[in-house]
């Protein structure tokens, strides 16, 4: 599965936008992005995935570029509840046991 | 959404005994659940994956004797620390997935295991 890279840590005010890059240069054309969040000492949560086309649902967007090798997942409105570690997994879809392989993730922090 | 429960949520255990963890899918049928271990402040670490009815395929550096996973039904996955030591001490978290294909993992609430 293709590595990605996320800045470690990432700060944001309550109320506005949190936008979280991920860097996914080697990715294949069969392979998925996908996002999880861990709250501390909480197992990690699905936030959204995507393959090609800009997907939104009721937690959050995601941006992939038109050359899917980087991708942008966004928080609309950050409340302190999602003080976090993002995880930006990419995923090889043909691969039927679905194996997730976790980075570092990004520290996100909301600050009041 | 899918809930993926885990029990004990904590557990402490003295050096050389047996820990089994259960993991459970409990509103929808997991064909592949996963076992993952997280140091303090570090990211979650693969240890085995395993289908319904199969034996568990571990990552590479994980000793199968010493972590036993048996994924006896769609729904259950228990895995057994033998002979803990305090280098097991960890959270260890599993994930359940249902059908094949780009489906979302459900991921349970952790269990902390401590080895005295």
């Known amino acids: 599965d293709a590595k990605t890279t996320q800045p470690p840590s990432m700060d944001c005010a309550e109320g506005r936008a949190a936008n979280l890059p991920c860097n996914h240069s080697t990715i294949s054309g069969n392979e998925y992005v996908y996002w999880y969040r861990q709250i501390h000492s909480q197992g990690p949560q699905y936030i959204i995935h995507?393959?090609?086309n800009n997907e939104t649902n009721e937690m959050a967007s995601l941006i992939i570029t038109e050359d899917r090798k980087s991708s942008t997942l966004i928080l609309p409105h950050a409340t302190l509840r999602d003080t976090a570690v993002y995880y930006c997994?990419?995923?090889?879809?043909?691969?039927?046991?679905?194996?997730?392989?976790f980075g570092a993730g990004t520290q996100v922090v909301v600050t009041p | 959404g899918a809930v993926v429960s885990q029990h004990p949520s904590w557990v402490i255990c003295k050096s050389g005994t047996s820990v089994k963890i259960e993991c459970r899918s409990l509103?929808?049928?997991?064909?592949?659940m996963f076992w993952y271990r997280q140091f303090p402040k570090q990211s979650l670490m693969l240890m085995a994956t395993s289908n319904e009815g199969s034996k568990a395929t571990y990552e590479q550096g994980v000793e199968k004797d010493k972590f036993l996973i048996n994924h006896a039904s769609l729904t259950l996955s228990t895995l057994t620390v033998t002979s803990a030591h305090p280098e097991d001490s960890s959270f260890y978290i599993c994930?359940?997935?249902?059908?094949?294909?780009?489906?979302?993992?459900?991921f349970g609430p952790g269990t902390r295991l401590t080895v005295t």
């Open positions: 995507g393959l090609k």
């Open positions: 997994i990419v995923r090889v879809v043909a691969d039927s046991w679905g194996k997730f392989q």
């Open positions: 509103d929808f049928q997991a064909t592949t």
């Open positions: 994930s359940a997935r249902e059908g094949s294909g780009p489906h979302e993992q459900y």
